[in-house]
Every structure is written in C-alpha cells, then in structure tokens.
C-alpha cells in the first residue's frame, strides 16, 4: 500500500465494519466530515485495495447450519489446485487459511448437520490427513481490524 491510512480512515472503517449500508450522510456525520469529504474517502479507500467489498452478515443457525467446525488439513502433496477447485465448489467452506506449522490449511466449515460434516470431511480427506473441532459458541466474532495502537 503507497498510502498509509489516517485516524479519519480508520473511523470510517470502523462505522463501515459495523454497518456497510449506513448512507453517506449519516457516515460523514458519524465521523465528522461533509457527505462529499466522506464520500471521496470512501472511494480512496476502494480504489486503494483497503475496502474490499460490502457484505450480509448471516446467523448461520437461522440459515439452517447447526454444525460449525474449524477443520485442520494437512497436504502432503505439491499440486494445490485440486483442493483450491474444492473450495471454490464447495459454499460450506467459508474461510480456508494457509498456515505453517504441521498443518498446511485451517478451514472454518457450516454444515447442517452432523452427517453432512462427514461427508464434507470425507471429500477433504483425500487430500491428506484432517483435524476437526466443534465449535460449541463463537467467543468473539469477526470484527475487521482496527487502528493499529503504537508499541509501548
């Protein structure tokens, strides 16, 4: 990134983070800028890559997926692309990272139930060895990032 981001960008982040559909009016109020001085910024912080999109957030329980579990894959193999094909196909893997460490993937999985669970970890399975663990409650959910608080 050529920009670095100002307290105002963060604010704006943080009311946007918290409700994507608030009007550009309301924003501006929110954080003390005109509707066109918040909008500008906004549209920087598109262009910038920083604002990515807008997005729904959804109960999963109410979407009718009871089961939420994070499931550990290791890949022994060299040729992603099959798994990322799987990803792509499958809407009950909502969030796959790639880490180090013993295992190569952490997937955040919604299943409807706990037979459909199985079947999902069936087919990633053939990709190597799996690890997962229910989720009981989500502690803390996704927030987004905020301001960066300088090191003491």
């Not at 920087?44 to 329980?61: F, H, K, N, P």
């Not at 997937?107 to 997962?132: D, P, W, Y």
């Not at 989720?135 to 803390?140: D, G, P």
């Amino acid at each position: 990134m050529t920009e670095s981001l100002d307290a105002t960008d963060w604010s704006i982040l943080a009311e946007l983070q918290q409700d994507g559909r608030v009007p550009l009016t309301e924003l501006g109020r929110r954080v003390s800028l005109s509707a066109s001085a918040t909008t500008e910024r906004v549209k920087r912080l598109e262009a910038m890559g920083v604002i990515t999109g807008y997005r729904a957030g959804v109960d999963l329980v109410k979407a009718g997926f009871a089961v939420l579990a994070v499931v550990r894959l290791k890949y022994p193999g060299s040729q992603h692309q099959p798994l990322h094909r799987l990803l792509d196909e499958r809407s009950e893997i909502l969030e796959c990272l790639r880490t180090t460490g013993d295992d190569c993937y952490l997937l955040k999985v919604a299943a409807t139930s706990m037979a459909h669970l199985e079947r999902l970890i069936n087919e990633l399975a053939q990709f190597g060895s799996t690890t997962t663990n229910l989720v009981y409650s989500q502690t803390l959910p996704y927030r987004g990032p905020r301001e960066p608080q300088p090191e003491s």
